[in-house]
């Protein structure tokens, strides 16, 4: 009997160092590693007092890093170039072009810009197209291309509430023409503006001249 219970000790010890010496390999399916990463720009204090605020400003900050995030990924994104075949001259263009105003764009801080001239030209039939050349500029999420009658506009007010929004930028890269509504006095705008609409941000401008 003593044989026996010294057996089941023997073993129960040997078991005991078993488990113990292979416990790093069985123990993770047993134990759950829960993670929960502060946002990186905030601090706990941060968080904590974000959590303390009321529904409406928690919702309207979480919206602002999402749009942050957004910005972010469009500005790494691979370039929406315009087809060689659409960056010609539109036709009815007069064999010497009469050139109505002209600009270039400008950076407006190390995320935002763009380079390249923008030309409002008059066509032969008496309509005007904007036309971009040697165009590039920053990516973004639903850019237009905005007539302002700020000279150079640096935020939405700026810009104004009675700019002509001439449509969504057709590419960040290349050649482009935009057709200007007829019924549009060219007399009253003085800019072309890269406007990001769901985020009101001014990307680039380019001042026009010669168009008084």
Request: with cysteine; net charge negative.
């Amino acid at each position: 009997m003593n044989k026996l219970y010294g057996f089941i000790a023997g073993a129960f010890f040997l078991g005991a160092v078993a488990t113990a010496l292979t416990y790093p390999l069985w123990s993770p399916y047993f134990i759950d590693e829960v993670v929960d990463d502060a946002f990186p720009t905030l601090s706990d204090d941060q968080r904590d007092q974000i959590a303390d605020l009321p529904e409406e400003q928690q919702e309207a900050l979480t919206q602002m890093m999402d749009e942050a995030e957004q910005m972010a990924v469009s500005a790494i994104e691979d370039p929406i170039t315009v087809p060689e075949e659409e960056q010609a001259m539109p036709d009815g263009m007069p064999t010497e072009p009469f050139i109505l105003a002209q600009g270039s764009f400008i950076d407006i801080d190390v995320i935002h810009g763009a380079e390249g001239t923008a030309t409002i030209y008059q066509l032969e039939d008496g309509s005007h197209v904007l036309r971009f050349e040697g165009f590039r500029s920053t990516n973004g999420p639903d850019l237009h291309v905005i007539l302002s009658s700020d000279p150079d506009p640096r935020s939405r007010s700026q810009v104004g509430d009675n700019h002509i929004d001439l449509g969504a930028l057709r590419g960040n890269v290349g050649n482009q023409n935009y057709v200007i509504p007829a019924d549009v006095d060219l007399t009253q705008y003085s800019s072309v503006v890269i406007y990001c609409v769901p985020f009101h941000v001014v990307f680039s401008t380019a001042t026009l001249a010669g168009s008084g």
